[in-house]
């Protein structure tokens, strides 16, 4: 039996691949095809585009990229087992699937790519955070990368969209915040995978601001590292180390509040004061 791509039910391909699951690599796969077409459609339009998929897997969700008429997948793929499920995919779908054997962390996808391109991922849990905050901090802004569509554990998506007196609000928001607009599209439940993880996961995405306010990185980083180093300290305390209360009055706030009641603009500002 076929599924509508005409390629084998992803149920099969793990089974003659002997794609037994590993938990070491995230490996939490996705078997639903209609489930996959619905993440891929979340990145729209892809008619043409280039896509950078992280940890394809078996291919479900890179089957649905191709089938949705994204010009070119670029896979980068960390287990050597997934390879040949993924070559019978490159050439059903001729010259238009590359696949990358190694670590994502460990390769800059703006290498991978000529022009403008996306990110759509299934992302393994255990370096979800470090990817994203490895693209969203980029030495250049706006990035070569036109929107994000990655999945995530529901806690970190979360993070990922907080601001301001909400409990999830912290370093990952306001550089998110800063940088870009994310949004929570839709909850994935844990029964959708194979195998079930312990938690409920979200589809976020996160398209870049092509002009956030002006600040250096670094100095973003400082002023949230230390106030959300000690978020139940007011920031008189917690801003100690990068300049404490003469910073918070070159700003003008007020040195009694806490960390996770300052907007990400406030923060951007802390920053554009710090001394030198
Ligand atoms: N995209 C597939 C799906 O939706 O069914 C698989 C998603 S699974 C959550 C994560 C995938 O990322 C696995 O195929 C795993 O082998 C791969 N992976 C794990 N760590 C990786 C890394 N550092 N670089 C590239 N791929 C990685």
């Not at 585009?49 to 479900?60: K, L, Q, R, S, Y």
């Not at 180390?241 to 802390?270: C, M, N, Y």
Request: hydrophobic residues 40%.
């Amino acid at each position: 039996m076929t599924a509508f791509d005409g390629l084998p039910p992803l149920r099969e391909v793990l089974e003659a691949h002997g794609l037994d699951p590993r938990k070491a690599l995230g490996q939490n796969f996705l078997l639903d095809l209609n489930l996959t077409g619905r993440i891929a459609r979340q990145a729209l339009p892809l008619e043409g585009a280039t896509v950078v998929e992280v940890g394809p897997g078996p291919g479900g969700l890179t089957r649905a990229l191709l089938s949705h008429g994204a010009g070119k997948v670029i896979a980068i793929e960390k287990d050597e087992r997934c390879l040949p499920a993924l070559a019978a995919i490159a050439s059903h779908y001729p010259g238009r699937l590359d696949v990358v054997e190694g670590d994502a962390l460990a390769i800059d996808p703006d290498r991978l790519c000529e022009g403008p391109y996306k990110i759509v991922a299934n992302l393994p849990y255990n370096v979800g955070t470090q990817l994203l905050l490895n693209w969203i901090t980029g030495t250049t802004w706006p990035p070569r990368w036109t929107d994000l569509t990655l999945m995530f554990q529901k806690e970190v998506a979360e993070r990922i969209v907080a601001g301001p007196d909400d409990d999830h609000y912290g370093r990952l928001g306001v550089l998110c915040g800063w940088r870009t607009d994310a949004e929570i599209l839709f909850d994935v439940s844990r029964e959708a995978f194979t195998p079930p993880p312990k938690v409920t996961s979200a589809i976020v995405r996160v398209v870049p601001k092509l002009t956030p306010i002006e600040a250096r990185l670094a100095d973003v980083e400082r002023v949230t590292a230390a106030a959300f180093g000690q978020r139940r300290k007011m920031l008189r305390q917690s801003l100690k180390p990068v300049g404490g209360e003469a910073l918070l009055a070159r700003v003008g706030i007020d040195p009694t509040r806490r960390a996770e009641t300052l907007s990400v603009q406030e923060f951007v500002s802390l920053a554009n004061a710090l001394d030198g």
